[in-house]
Nanobody, 126 residues
Framework: QLQLVESGGGLVQPGESVRLSCVAS????????IGWFRQAPGKEREAVGC????????QYAESVKGRFFISREYRGTTVTLQMNSLKPEDSGVYYC???????????????????WGQGTQVTVSS
């Protein structure tokens, strides 16, 4: 069972960039996807994006398309979330989690994700 650890959060100003890492306890299996999620105080957790481990194909929430980019080491242990042009509403605790996708070509933001990390705080404020 994968264990996931997020890192890279911090305090940044609007318009700046941050890169988050999600490191797994072992090689991420080809049949899995890694999702990124965030939760702001008083709000429900929302999906940010996901990446299919073997193909590297990604899906993103509309709110972050064109600003956030997910990448992974092929048959490695690390998934990266590059966040650009950050806005105050991007603030929150960011989590990564895994899901089994089998032979599906795409990951889905609506899948059931497991093995949640502890999260890393991102605060966007001037």
């Amino acid at each position: 069972q994968l264990q996931l650890v997020e890192s890279g959060g911090g305090l940044v100003q609007p318009g700046e960039s941050v890169r988050l890492s999600c490191v797994a306890s072992g090689t991420i299996p080809d049949a899995y996807a890694i999702g990124w999620f965030r939760q702001a105080p008083g709000k429900e957790r929302e999906a940010v994006g996901c990446i299919r481990a073997n193909s590297g194909r990604t899906q993103y929430a509309e709110s972050v398309k064109g600003r956030f980019f997910i990448s992974r080491e092929y048959r490695g242990t690390t998934v990266t979330l590059q966040m650009n042009s950050l806005k105050p509403e991007d603030s929150g605790v960011y989590y990564c989690a895994s899901t089994f996708v089998g032979l599906a070509t795409e990951c889905q933001l609506s899948s059931t994700y497991r093995n949640w990390g502890q999260g890393t705080q991102v605060t966007v404020s001037s």
